[in-house]
């Protein structure tokens, strides 16, 4: 398979799309974006700085006037043509997508692609739900409340997942009649850029803009930039404090989804009337193995009752090592690439670092030294207390470390010792334990009995340091991208 079977984007050698149109930095500088499973270039992209960030978030306010007066109904319809067009597209998309991202095109990338094109249609179904309130102050009074956009947002997302989220950031942001200036990550901005060729023409120019370029370049300008009223930021937990101190001076409105060492904890109920096959297959997907563990709600930390420890983990070793590992394009492979050799680096050394202190492998090994490919395989490691390195910080990697656990308090206070407070994952059938631990486990999103991801109407945030606000449902846009504004009239005759 050559890099000629998947069409690029025509802005490959434009890098920005700003005020409806495609933009060169003014430096010519590039950036080269690579496929991870072939460790080969696949195109150059502009490396925009503070100079495009700039002219993008002037487009930005030029057009937000005419677009904050838009109809909400109008606003929605728009969004929808955009899902519309992308699921047209959306072959083609995850194609772009499994390229640059490492991710999988049979298991995850078209499901991202037709994923991303349910985000914009929620949103554009939704977008007439911005209502206000009127209040009962008295006869003589007449007092409403409405909903109002921030301006202009700056939104910054990650190389992981860049089309969903990009596509979350976008509905969101439009949808209530906010502008934007979105910035991917430089290793993943193709299947935005491919976005951005699809919305040519549908929104006014400067309603939508896309920079490429470095975080700590363009991604840092558009986080301080002065014009910039709302910051929408996902990714690591260290850069996320790094943008809070940036917002912070001016006192723009910020959103943060960041990072997470989320629990999965079995009881022995979970496993009982034929379910062992299902709970072992959902506690794998938990761990997000098919996306190569990068994910930041990634049930990464395994607790396990002591009870069903020697039924169970063998089981759920068996559904994560039957994933194929290999190159994302190919249409039988389960199981791509991490993102560079960075990230392959860090994984390599948390698995080495514990190895080294004597952990045990169920499934996996320490990744080689020298990769032809960035494929680690799936990884379960025991013989590991919950307060070793590996245990506490997210490896973003396809590694889970389980350990054991005999009663219901020690399982809550192993999974609640973390300064992540993001998202998990609780396997059992008792109603009454249900409700003890949703209550108890410090995390913005539980699953209960099943591992899947994020669905457009849910409420998606978490506590702790894994972030602030939500996102994903209309209400969370309402709290996070508008603000309340009073009206108060004196209706009284001869006032």
Same mark, same amino acid.
């Given at each position: ?32 974006? $690579? ?16 100079? #495009?960030?700039?002219?993008? %978030? ?28 992308? $699921?047209?597209?959306?072959? $083609? ?15 995850? !990338? ?18 007439? #739900? ?22 202009? =947002? ?18 969101? /942001? ?6 934007? =200036? ?14 951005? #060729? ?23 300008? *558009?986080?301080?930039?002065?014009? =910039? ?8 937990? +260290? ?18 989804? *960041? ?18 096959? @299902?709970? /072992? ?13 990068? @994910?930041?709600?990634?049930? @990464?930390?395994?607790? %396990? ?6 039924? *169970? ?14 190159? !994302? ?29 004597? !952990?045990?492998?169920?499934?996996? +090994? ?64 008792? =109603? ?7 209550? !108890? ?35 969370? /846009? ?18």
């Amino acid at each position: 398979m050559t890099l000629l079977e998947y069409k690029l984007p025509e802005a490959g050698l434009a890098g920005s799309y700003i005020n409806g149109a495609w933009h060169w930095p003014d430096d010519g500088r590039t950036l080269t974006v $690579e496929n991870p499973s072939r460790r080969e270039p696949i195109c150059e992209v502009g490396r925009g700085t503070g100079d #495009e960030i700039d002219i993008a %978030v002037g487009a930005a306010r030029a057009a937000l006037p005419a677009w904050r007066a838009l109809a909400a109904s109008e606003r929605g319809g728009l969004l929808s043509e955009l899902g519309r067009r992308l $699921e047209e597209n959306a072959e $083609e998309v995850a194609r772009i997508l499994a390229a640059e991202s490492g991710n999988a095109i049979k298991t995850q !990338a078209r499901g991202e692609a037709m994923g991303a094109t349910g985000v914009l249609k929620y949103y554009g179904g939704v977008a007439v #739900e911005q209502k206000g309130e009127t209040l009962p102050l008295g006869p003589d009074l007449f007092s409403y409340s409405t909903r109002e956009p921030h301006g202009v =947002v700056g939104s910054i997302i990650p190389w992981n997942s860049p089309l969903q989220l990009g596509c979350v950031k976008i509905s969101m /942001a439009l949808a209530t009649g906010n502008c934007l =200036v979105l910035k991917p990550a430089e290793d993943a901005p193709l299947a935005i850029l491919k976005l951005a #060729e699809l919305a040519d023409g549908l929104f006014p120019p400067g309603v939508l803009n896309v920079v490429t370029g470095l975080g700590g370049e363009a991604g840092a300008a *558009l986080a301080s930039h002065p014009g =910039v009223d709302k910051v929408s930021f996902t990714g690591s937990s +260290e850069v996320g404090k790094l943008i809070g101190h940036a917002t912070a001076d001016r006192i723009a409105k910020l959103t943060l989804e *960041l990072g997470g060492k989320s629990p999965t904890i079995v009881f022995p109920d979970a496993i009982e009337n034929g379910r062992l096959d @299902s709970t /072992a297959q959902q506690v794998a997907n938990a761990m997000r193995f098919a996306r190569q563990g990068q @994910s930041c709600t990634a049930g @990464s930390r395994l607790f %396990v009752h002591k009870d069903i420890w020697d039924v *169970l983990m063998p089981k759920v070793a068996e559904k994560s090592a039957a994933l194929r590992v290999g190159d !994302a394009l190919d249409p039988d492979v389960d199981m791509g690439a991490v993102i560079n050799s960075e990230r392959y680096g860090e994984i390599r050394a948390f698995v080495a670092e514990a190895e080294a202190q004597g !952990a045990s492998f169920l499934i996996g +090994e320490t990744p080689v030294e020298d990769p032809s490919g960035f494929s680690p395989n799936p990884t379960i490691i025991t013989g590991v207390d919950n307060a070793w390195r590996i245990a506490r910080e997210e490896v973003f990697g396809p590694v889970m470390v389980a350990i054991p656990f005999e009663t219901e308090a020690e399982a809550i206070d192993m999974a609640n010792d973390t300064h992540y407070g993001l998202a998990a994952f609780l396997f059992t059938h008792d =109603v009454s334990r249900i409700s003890r631990l949703t209550r !108890a486990i410090d995390a913005g999103w539980i699953q209960v009995n099943q591992g899947g991801g994020q669905i457009p109407g849910m409420s998606y945030g978490g506590t702790k340091q894994s972030g602030t606000g939500s996102e994903y449902s209309i209400e969370g /846009a309402l709290e996070a991208y508008t603000y309340r504004k009073c009206i108060t009239i004196n209706i009284k005759e001869g006032a």
